[in-house]
């Protein structure tokens, strides 16, 4: 344990007005603290700057899985594990429990939420991709108001997001439009569980008459943000019938909107390699 | 130096009602450990990977070096100091025994308590659900197999009495 | 006796079980002491230099901190082990990074932390070596004057003669990485130090005599002022062999100046960076063969890095030296072995010491060597296994019984390896996901090699208490790996006892012989063997004393030894390693009897191959063994169980990612080990051909897994891709870079 402990604050507000009147007051002063799963380890290793924090774990506005005819909304603070036990999500939208079960362990999937893993924004995190090919859109929160946004314009760059210091993530809305498409979704990762991705691809499409008629691709761990591949998606609605070659053209147009880097984990090339080969398994679907 | 200040934590713990001081960003692992002298819960690594520090907060899994104290202030939580009945030990646990779940023991209480947590969601589970079930509490003596017996056993066991007495 | 059944070949409970199950075993963590203060390590930031200032930053009240540097030390600034170059503290120089420099010690933990990122280390560098080729290339000389900690020369009959009568003759070099031991308990130690009182240790470690020996040249104290006692130990493998002597210094060394006691516990990260791990390794191979497959010469070149300081890689050598060769007959061998030095860390003790590392090199050479001679590696084996009669490397004559076919077609048969060597080979052209089966054959020698045992000269006692209960006085530590309920078992069986009358002392130097250090496989075949008799002899001194008839109750034994001890005070008898007849050993040739026993084994592996991701799975795994005797099937299991785990960890996934000799991947996020998910079905057979000289016949087999799982599973991943992989750790990564090769 790396942190001197004394000098770190959690304070409980007990309604989300009164954490959202504490931002307004000493924006950039105060963080919030969801499941503390990624927050917890950075203060253990003694890479946490952040001191003050404000815990947002009991706040009832943030919980919950509401569902009307077009849309799932999930609270911010929905757990992996809970996303894995709705219904509603395993048959419309199993991309993202396939991501929920695929992020850490039983134990990381009872404290780990879906808002604290956006605002993490770790390109490597998994069920982003996810919420990509969803068209997922976030809800942000201030003393000043809410907007709508959607996801794909969220993360800017490494770790910068479209988030003022005074704005919380509450919610996370997706369309139900998916019922019929294919969906596929492969995390790589460097063991069979409790892994941190080297490559992640989701997809989800849908065909007509055999050629792609819409389509969604998103990846994680080959940029600095996760990543919508539009250019590749714009090639295969244009596609028709996918040959071979068609399918080694739309390879190397992926292979151009990511950035894979070399780390301590895995290569560029190999994360080029496979997230070209993950796309022609997708499109093989 | 300090900045903040400490906060009475009060929980349940094991059945008993407690109350603690601790710093708001101190790990339940160390409110357990040291606070309450409970030293079953273990630390292997300080990251949440190994999952010899799990317990039960309010009947969920978690990796208590990554709880915040704050957070387990009004909560229920079961260490493995806590399934036992007395002197007589919990399914689990006899199995671990006699069936060579346990080596050096160091990752033992985290294991029998995720396995007693499997077991509670899913009464017969499958190979696959064991080892899904499992795979956040890492062991390095056993390389598992006699662990996959010892839930089995237990499983088995549950299931027996529960065919007995009908529920 | 008038037990009905004996316990030896049978799985009682264990021992220490009941309190590891509820979580009241105490580990050296769970121990805490009136006063005590926190200890921690300042530790070197550069690979090699010269020390030039030490800064305390200013935001720290040091005043209420102990400080200890070198100077501090009452005796010799060493950690003693083989040689004596190894500091306990760093004074003029560094030469690996996080080589200790300074300690600290506080009440509050937290603060300690602060205080130990606010000490800043000035070095000025040095040229540092990190690699094996740096090093023999002597690109600086960081050690003695060439680097080179220990050499073997190894030689069986003329092999510069013998190339002219091969037919064919096939060369290939291998190498083997890091591996971090990644026990689940990080180091630590609680001391107790003063002038008048002494040194008292307790702690996670394997040897508590390797740790008292340590100490007494640091305080200049007599071996009865310093006592070092073993708590519950979370796993060792090794990595609690020679360390705990390091991080028992310091925690001792801030106890004498603070007056206080004083515990280290390391965290996940400074145990991974800073102790150490299993040599890296380089191993090129020569053979020579008759067209019809038989050995006529081999020459193996087997180098091994052994970090910034000697330690323990003279020994590690000798194993890896020994092994070299593995189960086969050739009439010419020459093993030529060097471990040298790079500025790392200095590497130690990982279960199989030197052989996973030859063994790795030997069995996927020999399957090429097989494919040279347009037979299947297994065939080619079966020419050449040494037999009953037959000589290894290094000239030990094997004379018992040894059947390595048969092990071999039993490990065939359990795991239908034809059968899936066909088929695989059939489907694998259309698959994506490409099958792969294959082998290794080796052996494990057990206990100290040659005199080495005769030299520890290993004593054990057992006492009986007028209540009729036995106690068993050893060294020997329980690690995990069942040495209480071995122990037990012996015991209740020699003197036809239930096992429930028979309690293992806690290993406390101040209280028990040195049975020597819990290594090298030899607790049960060694050890357990000095409890047997010392069990025997209690039993003995109590019949020739009229006290006891040959048969009697356990009523009757607990009257015997209450009348003994009421006649004369205590009822004890010790017993003392003698070596078994006939065992000759030249160390200058290093030729001859190496052990006194080896286990043999074939392993097999079945793996997948993913073409798409290059991810290798093993999915399942056959382990035949021929191990004397099994006292108790379930921990004999549980330690094959453990160890082929390992093994596959280390063929797969287990890699050190290395910056300027220090381990930046240092987090168990990033150091990959396998979890439920990953590990196959492993499926463990024993056959039992009694050692006269093991308890019940037993054999050492605590290091065996660690050797066959590597090398069948990259033979494994040929069978799958074709693609032969001379490397390990084979992740998706070198899997992909190697299949491209092949396609380019």
Known sequence: ?285 | MPDAAKVRIAMRVNGREVAVDAWPMARLLDVLREELRLTGTKEGCGEGECGACAVLLDGALVNSCLVPAVHADGASVTTIEGIANGEQLHAMQQAFLEHGGAQCGICTPGMVLAAVNLLERCPNPTDTDIRAGLAGNLCRCTGYMKIFESVLVACKQKGDRSQMTGK | MHSEKPLIGRSVPRKEGREKVTGRARYVDDLVFPGMLHGATVRSPAARGRIRAIHFDKNIPWNEFTIVTAKDIPGENCVTLILHDQPCLAAETVNHPEEPVVLLAHPDKYLLEEARRSVRIEIEPLPAVFSIEDSLAKKAIIWGEDNLFKKFLVEKGDVDAAWAAADIIVDGEYETAAQEQLYIEPNGVIAIANRSEGVTVWGSMQCPYYVHKALLPLFGLPKEKVRVVQAETGGGFGGKEEYPSMIAAHAALLAWKSGKPVKIIYDRAEDMAATTKRHPSRTRHRTGVTHDGKLVAMEIDFVIDGGAYCTLSPVVLSRGTIHAAGPYECPNVRIRSRAVATNAPPHGAFRGFGAPQSIFALERHLDKVAKACGLAPDEFRRRNFVQQGGTLAVSQVIHEKVDLPRLMDRAFECSDYHAKRARFARENPSARVKKGIGFAAFLHGAGFTGSGEEFLASVVAVEATAEGRVRVLAASTEIGQGTNTIFSQIVADALGLDSALVEIAPPDTAAVPNSGPTVASRTTMIVGKLVESAALGLKQTLVSSGLLHEKFSTEDFRSACAEYIRKHGALRATSQYAPPPGIHWDDEKYQGDAYGAYAWAVYVAEVSVDTSTYEIRVDDFVAVQEVGKVIHPVLAAGQIEGGIAQGIGYALYENVVWQEGRMVNAQMTNYIMPTSADVPPIRVFFEENPYPFGPGGAKGIGELPMDGPAPAIVNAIEHATGVSITKIPVTPEVLMEALEGVNA
């Open chain 1, 1 to 285: 344990m790396r942190a001197y402990l004394p000098k770190y604050e959690l304070v409980t507000p007990t309604a989300l007005e009164d954490a959202l009147k504490l931002l307004a007051r000493e924006p950039a002063q105060w963080k919030p603290f969801a499941g503390g799963t990624d927050l917890m380890v950075l203060l253990e290793a003694g890479k946490l700057a952040q001191r003050k924090f404000f815990s947002i774990w009991k706040l009832p506005e943030l919980h919950g899985i509401a569902e009307t005819r077009e849309h799932v909304t999930l609270g911010a603070l929905t757990t992996y594990t809970e996303v894995q036990r709705s219904e509603t999500l395993q048959r419309e939208f199993p991309l993202l429990c396939r991501a929920a079960a695929e992020t850490g362990s039983v134990a990381t999937q009872n404290r780990g939420t879906l808002g604290g893993n956006i605002a993490n924004a770790s390109p490597a995190a998994d069920s982003p991709p996810a919420l990509l090919v969803y068209d997922a859109e976030l809800e942000l929160v201030s003393a000043r108001g809410a907007r709508w946004m959607p996801y794909t314009q969220f993360h800017k760059g490494y770790k910068q997001m479209d988030l003022a210091s005074d704005e919380l993530i509450t919610r996370i809305r997706i369309a139900r439009t998916r019922s019929g498409w294919r969906q596929y979704y492969r995390k790589v990762g460097t063991r069979s569980a409790q892994a941190i991705s080297k490559v992640c691809l989701a997809g989800v499409s849908r065909r007509d008459n055999g050629r792609i008629a819409d389509v969604r691709i998103a990846l994680g761990s080959v940029a600095p943000t996760v990543v919508r591949c539009v250019k590749t998606e714009e090639f295969l609605r244009a596609a028709g019938v996918l040959t071979p070659a068609a399918v080694k053209r739309t390879q190397e147009i992926l292979s151009g909107e990511i950035a894979p880097i070399d780390d301590f984990r895995s290569t560029a090339k190999y994360r080029r390699r496979v997230a070209c080969n993950l796309l022609a398994e997708f499109l093989r679907l």
